[in-house]
């Protein structure tokens, strides 16, 4: 399925340019769910040396958990520059190794730019990451729930299908890649075995992980307690679905089944962090059990939706050991599993109801405000506190520096090419810092 998610960033950039009141540059990674640093890029594919240093810029990375870790250690390789090469032979180099301009941040924050920071877009609440990010203290978090106005998109044919149940299993499970985070689904299908609910449910499982190319039992597991000690293809079904066709699912396969169990791609964390997953039962109109980190439903009523917990116990969802919580989430589907015939009846009912208030309100105006007002109250209050983290004095009085050198004027000088700096670049810039300071200044008398 080909998702066209760059009109998404267009959204958002319309929105903060509204909020900001000028251009205001958009970073995201293309293709979509990419992780490659190299793919993190402008979105209208400019380069232009003035734009990305006069305008505040947005890094986008509200697709995926925020990983500190992996970009402080996985930055772009420098290219061929003819401006560094400039810089590069000034009489005093301790100018240039000092200058931000020689510097590399996460997620390649630009320091070039008149602004001390830039601003960092994100999806995921009680993060470790997101605090690594505050302590470099160059990018300035925005929240805001990007699956749920993603997955309106994705699941938008689902409000106009009627469900015609002919349920052969309780349980539908969509069981696919488990690489990185999702070692857990293959120790959770293990379970499904021991309890002896694989006849209960529509699933199966992924033995090579797609991305990987090799079986769990050559699998070096990050959480060893998610090794499977069962031959897991012996009891299920065989897939090779790789992860990114969590967007795609089969009307009959639930109205095959009474109840999904969602598997999220967080569960072994501390972080919310939820994705297109959690809604896809909900567009569906389905009942769910979901197996996220903990806390994960109390989410969903923070932003409207009902759970199920007037119908089956959902105490799982508060415990904070991962290994217990899965051990919940089986526990409760066997306690389902043996529910006497009328008492099932009665249940499903009260779920199913439960279940399309959710897609009636998943579709709503209301809901859609929701989120996008979230994205615009967290811009606005970021764009205010970039206000007080201009670098004008600081980016004017380096460049002051650098112009006392003469391979630095004589480049500007000669330079013609846009994605680097150009003398009549630099003196609107410096003009520009100027009127802004003086601006200041006044405003402040």
């Given at each position: ?8 960033y267009?959204y958002?950039q319309d929105i903060?340019?509204?909020i900001?009141g000028?251009r205001?540059?958009i970073?995201?990674?293309?293709p ?9 890029n ?10 990305k ?10 697709q ?11 930055q ?16 005093q180099?301790?100018v240039y190794?000092?200058s ?5 941040y ?6 070039d ?5 830039s601003?960092?877009?994100h ?9 690594k ?6 990018l ?9 106005v993603i997955?309106?998109?994705w699941f938008r ?6 469900q ?8 539908l499970i969509?069981n696919r890649a488990w690489?990185n985070?999702r070692e ?5 299908a293990?379970?499904l075995?021991i309890l ?12 090579v992980?797609p991305?990987l190319?090799i079986h769990?039992?050559?699998h070096?597991f990050k ?12 009891f299920?079904?065989i897939n090779?679905i790789?992860?990114?066709y969590s ?6 396969d639930?109205e095959?089944?009474d109840?999904e169990v969602?598997l ?5 964390d501390?972080r ?7 809604l896809r ?5 389905q009942?769910?059990i979901?197996a996220g980190?903990?806390g994960s439903?109390?989410?969903l ?18 415990i904070?050991d ?11 589907m066997?306690?389902?599993k043996?529910?006497?015939?009328h008492?099932?009846?009665q249940k499903?009912?009260e779920a ?12 709503s105006q209301?809901f ?6 979230e994205l ?11 206000a007080h983290?201009n ?6 009085n ?10 630095v ?7 013609q090419?846009?994605n680097?700096p ?8 410096l003009?520009?810092?100027d009127?802004?300071i ?8």
């Open positions: 399925m080909n998702i066209p998610l760059d009109r998404l267009h958002i903060a340019q509204e900001y000028d205001v540059i970073y995201r990674f293309w979509h769910g990419s992780k490659n640093i190299n793919d993190l402008h979105l209208h594919e400019s380069g232009q040396w003035l734009e240093t006069l305008y505040p810029q947005i890094w986008c990375n509200d995926e958990p925020l990983d500190h870790e992996f970009y402080r250690t996985n772009r390789p420098r290219t061929a520059n003819p401006w560094r090469a400039a810089l590069d032979i000034l009489d180099p301790l190794r000092n931000r301009l020689n510097l590399d996460n997620l390649n924050y630009n320091p730019n008149i602004f001390e920071k601003l960092l877009l999806s995921e609440k009680r993060s470790s990451d997101l605090e990010y505050l302590l470099d203290d160059k300035i978090p925005v929240y805001y729930w990007s699956h749920a997955a309106r998109d044919y689902a409000e106009h299908v009627t015609r149940k002919q349920v052969d299993r309780i349980f969509y690489n985070t857990y689904r293959l120790r959770f293990e379970l075995v002896g609910l694989q006849d209960s449910c529509r699933t199966s499982v992924n033995p992980e991305e190319g769990y039992d050559s070096t959480n060893p307690a998610w090794r499977p000690r069962t031959v897991l293809e012996n299920f079904p090779n790789p992860s990114h967007a795609d699912f089969d009307i009959k639930y095959a089944t109840i969602v999220e791609t967080l569960f072994d501390g919310l962090h939820l994705t297109e997953k959690s039962p909900i567009a569906v109109g009942p769910f979901f980190t903990h439903l109390e989410y009523h923070n932003y409207g939706f009902k759970t199920f917990n007037s119908v089956w116990d959902e105490s799982y969802d508060t904070e991962p290994e217990q919580r899965l051990s919940a989430i089986a526990d409760l066997n306690q389902i043996h529910w006497l015939p008492v099932r009846e499903i009912v199913r109801e439960i279940a399309s208030y959710n897609k009636k309100y998943f579709f209301e859609f405000d929701l989120v996008v007002n615009k109250i967290n811009l606005t209050s970021t764009f205010n506190t970039l983290c670098n004008f004095n600081e980016w004017k380096q460049w002051k520096q650098l112009l006392s050198h003469v391979p004027r004589k480049f500007l000088q000669t330079n090419d846009i680097f150009r003398q009549c670049d630099l003196d609107f810039i003009n520009l810092i009127n802004k003086d601006h200041v200044s006044r405003t402040d008398l």
